[in-house]
C-alpha cells in the first residue's frame, strides 16, 4: 500500500473540529463549566482541587503566568504558580489530573513541572484537549490492531488519498532548555543535569507486599519511564479495610498493575467525571492508545518531600472500572467495565516453611511479563534468600483461554541469584505468547511450584568410557560416565543404550551431553526448529524443555531429511530432497542433518554440566 502524506491543512482542520465537537458534545452546560484557553491570561488566579491525605479533596492557590501557545504539536500549555502547605518543596508527583478553576471554570489539569525546581510551577493541559479523550471513550471493543489482509490492495490496485487519511498518535514531549546555553551555568560542575526540562509529573507506582530488594528489581523495569517506584502499604490482612470515598473531580485515581498478595498501583488525579466517564492525569499514563487498564479508586497516606520530586504516597481501594484511552493530552476512563486480567498462584515448599501466594496480573502484552516477573522474583527472595548455596526443583503451567497450555519442569541450583534464575524461562515464554505473531492470547492462570533447598547440587561432566570395543545389533552399549563435584569426591556412573536388531554395521556417535547440549543438539539436528507457521506449532515449541538435572545420551546417526514447514520428513532421497528444497519458499524448506537412533534419559538430583562425546562401532560379526 502506497502511504501518502497528509496535507497539513487536512491536519489542522481535523484537530480544530474534533475540539469545537467535543466541547458541544460533553454538555449543554459546558460553556459555564469550561474556561476556554482564548480567555486565560497572566495574573488570573483561581484554586485547584486534589486529595493530599486520605480521601478528602483539597484547594490549593494558582496564579496564571502565561499561555505557551503550540508548545507541544497542536496543542497550548498553560503555566501557572501553585501554593499551598503542601506544595513547598515543589511539585508534588501524583498530581497530574489535579483539576484547576477560574472564576468557578474549568481550565485544564495539572500535569507538568520540573525536577529539582525550588518552587511549585506547573503546566496545566487545557481541558478542551482532555474532552476530546472524554468523547473518544466508551465502552466498546477496541478496533483490530492488525487490519484483514482484504484491506491490502491488490497488483495494479491503488487506493485514494482519502483511504490513507490517519492522524498518528502524537509522542509526549518535553520542553527542554540546554543549560549550555543559559548564562551563569556554563562552567557549573557536571552535577547539574545536561538540560533542564519541563515534563510529565512522574507517576508513583506505588507497591506493597515486596522487600526493598525486591523493588531494586522493579526499578530495573521501570528505567527510561515516567514511573517511580515508591514502597506504600495498605489494609492489614483480616482488619478494617482502607476508607473509600466517591470517585469524583480531585479524587485519588489508582492503575491497578497487580493485586492480591503484592499491589502494585500507579497513583494520579481525576480531572474530569460525568456519568459512567471521566477523564485524568493531563498526560499519558503510558501512551498505548487504545488502552484496557484497570481502574480504581485510591487512597493516599501522606506527601513524601524530596529534593528532585516530591510524591504522593497512597493506595488502590477498590476497581471501579477501565481506563479505555490512554493519549498525549491524558487518559479517559469509563466506570462498570472489567480489564483483562489472570491469576498467578506461587507455592514455595523450603526447607524452613511452606508458603502460597496469589497474585491477580493486569493481562498487558509488554506489561504483564513484568509483573509475572515482579511476581516470582519476590515470592521467592523475600522468603527465601537472594545469594548462597540453593537448588530449586521447578514446574509450571501457563493455561490459556482456548485450552493451550505451556508446561515446564526444571532444577536449577546455584550460589547466586537463585530467584531470577528459576523465574526468567516463565517470564520470557509468557512474553512469547502475548507477542505471538499468529493471534491474541487469553491468558486465565499462570501456577508456579518450586521445592527449594539449601544445597549447591551440581555435578560437571569429566569424560566417558565404553566397555567394549565393537558391538553387536540388539547388545546393550554401557558407557561409565566420570563426574567432578564441588568440594566432594569424584565419582561415576554407568549409562545403557540398547542397540536396535536391524542396526547397520558402521561407526556412530554417542553424545552424552546436559541440558544446554541436548539443546544445541536438537538445533543441530534441525536447524530450522524454531521457524514456526502456526500458533499450534508455536506451542508445541514452547512446550520442549530439557531440565538440568537430567544426563541425556543419544545414538546419533547422519541421515539427510526435509522439514517442510512444521512436519518432518526425514531419510529422504537426496535427488528428491533437492527437488522440494529448490521449490520451496525461503524459510519453508529447512535440512534435517542426522537423526536420534535412540535416546536414554537419566534423571539425578543434581544440575548436570558439560558433554563428553563417544564413537560407537557396529559389526553383526563383532569383528574389530
Known sequence: MKIRFIPLMFVFLALILSGANAAKDVSAASAKEIMPISEIKPGMKGYGLSVFKGTDVERFDVEILGVMHNAFAEMDLILARLSSPYLKSGVIAGMSGSPVFIDGRMIGAVSYGWSFSMEPIAGITPIEKMLEVYEMTNDKEHPDEIPPIGDFPQKGESKSSDDNL??????????????????????????????????????????????????????????????????????????????????????????????????????????????????????????????????????????????????????????????????????????????????????????????KFHYKAWENRLISPMILDMALYSSIMDNDKQVGASTAKIHYVINLADGSKIERWDFVSTDMFLAYDISMPAVLDLRTLLNNQFKKVDVTRIQFDAEISDQFRVVQIESARLNKDVYKPGEKVQAK???????????????????????????????????????????????????????????????????????????????????????????????????????????????????????????TEFQINGRAALRVKVDHLGRR
Open 166 to 355: 490517519r492522524l498518528l498518535p502524537v509522542k509526549s514531549q518535553s520542553i527542554k532548555i540546554q543549560t549550555g546555553s543559559v548564562p551563569g551555568l556554563k562552567d557549573i560542575n557536571n552535577q547539574i543535569p545536561e538540560s533542564i526540562t519541563m515534563e510529565p509529573l512522574n507517576t508513583p507506582l506505588v507497591i506493597s507486599g515486596c522487600s526493598p530488594s525486591a523493588l531494586n528489581r522493579l526499578n530495573h523495569h521501570l528505567r527510561d519511564t515516567n514511573f517511580i517506584a515508591v514502597m506504600g502499604g495498605g489494609a492489614p490482612a483480616g482488619g478494617a479495610p482502607i476508607k473509600d470515598a466517591p470517585v469524583e473531580n480531585g479524587s485519588p485515581l489508582a492503575l491497578s498493575f497487580m493485586s492480591g498478595s503484592m499491589n502494585m498501583a500507579a497513583i494520579g488525579t481525576v480531572t474530569y467525571r460525568k456519568g459512567d466517564k471521566l477523564v485524568a492525569f493531563g498526560h499519558p499514563f503510558v501512551e498505548f492508545g487504545n488502552a484496557d487498564v484497570p481502574m480504581g479508586s485510591g487512597s493516599i497516606f501522606t506527601i513524601v518531600s524530596g529534593y528532585a520530586r516530591s510524591f504522593k504516597m497512597g493506595a488502590m481501594v477498590k476497581e471501579v472500572g477501565c481506563i479505555r484511552q490512554d493519549r498525549t493530552p491524558g487518559i479517559g476512563g469509563i466506570f462498570g467495565m472489567n480489564a483483562p486480567s489472570f491469576d498467578i498462584d506461587v507455592n514455595l515448599k523450603m526447607a524452613h516453611s511452606t508458603k
Open 481 to 603: 560416565v566420570f563426574f567432578s563435584t564441588y568440594r566432594q569426591p569424584h565419582f561415576s556412573r554407568t549409562v545403557e543404550i540398547e542397540l536396535p536388531e536391524n542396526i547397520r554395521d558402521g561407526t556412530y556417535n554417542l553424545e552424552i551431553v546436559d541440558s544446554r547440549g541436548r539443546t544445541r543438539l536438537e538445533i543441530a539436528r534441525s536447524p530450522g526448529i524454531g521457524n514456526v507457521f502456526t500458533f499450534e506449532g508455536l506451542i508445541k515449541i514452547l512446550n520442549i524443555g530439557f531440565p538440568q538435572n537430567n544426563l541425556y545420551a543419544l545414538l546419533t546417526e547422519r541421515e539427510m531429511g526435509l522439514k517442510l514447514m512444521e512436519a518432518e520428513m526425514p531419510g529422504m532421497p537426496q535427488n528428491i530432497l533437492a527437488i522440494t528444497q529448490s521449490a520451496a519458499v525461503a524459510n519453508q524448506a529447512t535440512p534435517i542433518n542426522f537423526s536420534f537412533i535412540r535416546e536414554k534419559k537419566l534423571e
